[in-house]
């Protein structure tokens, strides 16, 4: 799997929406399903899947998967 | 019954973080936990005391001052890799690090204070923080902190360690609350008065006195408050959280 898949597989996973729904456009709060409790399963499984530890700013800043894949990046995951 | 023959989902070995765990309730604790087959992670701010111990109970040293976010951090970025490394998870985190002031409010200034609060509430809050990331993988975790018989009872000249410790039995219901929904329990300790180093500085009256107000006429001992520890953090307290238990050989009661 490339590190995009394994992104979509993870939050697909974790807010437990559809594959295609995971764009760069998709926004923390703008669906149901991403809601604050989701979000912190989303981080716990993004953390397990890249093997990285975000900081605090990283998961309060992580509003979206694009600015999530620019995150990753800055933890060496490239995309 | 060892505490990784009953654990839902088990995962292949359990590692638990213990902070001050060189000396008193968080040294009793840690050899316990390793005589149970825990992983034990020790911590403390000296990194010699940290390693020595470490090898003599077949633990892993963290050394890092709790107080010190960016020692935290990196401690904890190391810690990753330590668990991923031995396909360990992280099961369990207590925070027994911590000092004791004992001095006449009027004398204990807003630094002194400060550093009570950091030690045994930022501390906690920031240990609590990135332990439960890591719980969080797996859905599953326990947290123990330690609260104290005066954050109920108050005692002179402990204003500012009885207002930290009050503010950790807070916590411990918080978090209880907010962290039940990834599988993360919260339990703290009330220790009465505990025969460690930090009451070192009593005299023999003194203790005296104290082992006479305590219900069962003696101070406690590390291991009596290992012990509860040690169950807050197994699966034998599934069903327990945002608990402070009183441990103080009914020092309290009326």
Redesign the interface.
């Given at each position: 799997m490339t590190n995009n898949e394994r992104l979509v597989a993870a939050f697909a996973s974790s807010l437990n929406i559809e594959a295609s729904q995971v764009v760069d456009e998709l926004e923390y709060n703008t669906i149901p399903q991403w809601d604050s409790v989701a979000h912190m399963v989303l981080v716990a499984a993004l953390e397990k899947e890249f093997d990285v530890m975000l900081d605090m700013d990283d998961i309060i800043e992580m509003s979206s998967v694009k600015i999530a894949k620019e995150i990753l990046a800055k933890h060496d995951v490239a995309f | 019954m060892r505490p990784l023959d009953h654990c839902p989902s088990q995962p292949t070995k359990q590692a638990v973080l213990i902070t001050g765990a060189t000396s008193g309730i968080g040294l009793a604790l840690a050899k316990t936990l390793a005589e149970q087959g825990y992983g034990v992670v020790v911590n403390s701010r000296s990194e010699a005391d940290c390693v020595a111990l470490a090898q003599s109970i077949g633990g892993f040293a963290l050394p890092f001052d709790v107080t010190d976010e960016a020692a935290l951090?990196a401690a904890?970025?190391t810690l990753?890799g330590y668990l991923?490394d031995n396909e360990l998870t992280l099961y369990g985190l207590a925070h027994c690090a911590g000092s004791m002031l004992t001095q006449p409010f009027h004398f204990t200034n807003v630094a002194a204070l400060q550093q009570m609060l950091n030690e045994h509430v930022a501390g906690a809050f920031l240990l609590s923080?990135?332990s439960s990331?890591l719980m969080?993988?797996e859905q599953q975790g326990t947290i123990t902190l330690l609260s104290s018989v005066v954050a109920q009872q108050g005692s002179i000249g402990q204003v500012a360690y009885a207002s930290a410790k009050a503010a950790i039995e807070g916590m411990t219901k918080s978090l209880a609350k907010e962290l039940g929904?990834?599988g993360v329990r919260v339990n703290a300790v009330a220790p009465g008065v505990i025969d460690t180093p930090l009451i070192a500085e009593l005299s023999d009256e003194q203790r005296g006195t104290i082992q006479k107000s305590t219900v069962l006429k003696r101070l406690g001992q590390p291991q009596d408050i290992a012990q509860v520890l040690a169950f807050l953090l197994s699966n034998q307290s599934a069903f327990m959280t945002g608990q402070v238990l009183s441990v103080d050989g009914g020092l309290q009661l009326p």
């Open positions: - | 951090k904890f970025k990753n991923r923080q990135w990331k969080m993988r929904q990834y």
